[in-house]
């Protein structure tokens, strides 16, 4: 099978690793820059454990020379991805799958739901992506896994390593079954889900508040939490978001103190956007709370809370250059 990375960071790096030094799959990244410059001179490089994985990596700028794959997981942070839709679309033959490991509401989520066939402008402006990648090619993914970037080319694997995959549509098909085979013989924690979709509604539940919150606040987790107000807000927003749920068949039955007291386990946690923040890098504010949003506006569910959170982490994001101005 031949398996293209696209998006060499801190969770591509560590899935590309992991496949690379399994040796099952002819595994491929598309790189750019310094990180491009690392992986020709030392390959594929990961410090789980206490020891560093290794493996020769093919590893190239252009689409071309990588040529069609068989699978292609895109681990790109939102706001890049609609620039790399193109090249991506380069990757994809008549039978390719595509792994989208990433953070949030995908493109493709509203399909088939009582959101309709119309894209969320929120994550897919214009709807250019489901053109580029249609949903027919796509099998949804969601991490369960923490690592981060070091120097280029380094990632440093912190904990967990879940992966959920499924059908979009829904239900089973044998090339989720391989797929997950293929994760699994490289060490990953593989579940096959007949409902994705729920799958990824239920993580984003939790990820909907922790990630803005800490960004803004620069707090970890743990300070969130111990905050009785704090605490309340993100309960609200998230009984907000289960409303939302309830409309696109993902009802979640869990309630938010629940959701805290599992959330509490990870101690002082840093969240993936008060990294980035730290970082200084653009947050994925769109795809964690803007894309809820705007559901909450298509299905006429009110969002009080949902709005406040985005309206402060926007401008949080706005005032140190990490989200974009508003357009005029």
Known sequence: ????????????????????????????????????????????????????LQA??????????????????VALKGPVLPQLAPTIAELIGPDTVVLPAMNGV????????????????????????????????????????SSSRGAPGIVNHIMGQGLILGEAAGGESARATRVGALLSGAGFDVTVSPNVRYDIWFKLWGNLTMNPVSAITGATIDRLLADPLVREFCSSAMREAAAIGRHIGCNITQNPEDRHAVTA??????????????????????????????MGQRLNVPTPHINALLGLARLFGRTHHLYPEAQP
């Open 106 to 145: 995908p493109w493709w989520f509203g399909m088939g739901t009582a959101l309709g066939d119309a894209p969320l402008q929120s994550v897919d402006p214009g709807g250019k992506l489901a053109r580029r990648i249609p949903l027919p090619h796509v099998l949804g993914c969601v991490v369960h896994a």
């Open 56 to 73: 020769p990596a093919r590893v190239s700028d252009t689409a071309a020379e990588l040529g069609r794959q068989d699978l292609v997981i």
């Open 265 to 294: 386990r990870l101690g002082a946690f840093k969240t993936s956007m008060l990294q980035d923040a730290e970082a200084g890098r653009d947050i994925e504010l769109d795809s964690i709370v803007t894309a809820v949003h705007e």
């Open 1 to 52: 099978m031949k398996v293209a990375i696209v998006g060499v960071g801190a969770i591509g790096g560590f899935i590309g690793a992991r496949l690379a030094a399994a040796g099952q799959c002819d595994v491929s990244a598309l790189a750019q820059g310094a990180t491009l410059a690392a992986m020709r001179e030392h390959g594929w490089r990961l410090h789980q454990g206490g020891q560093l």
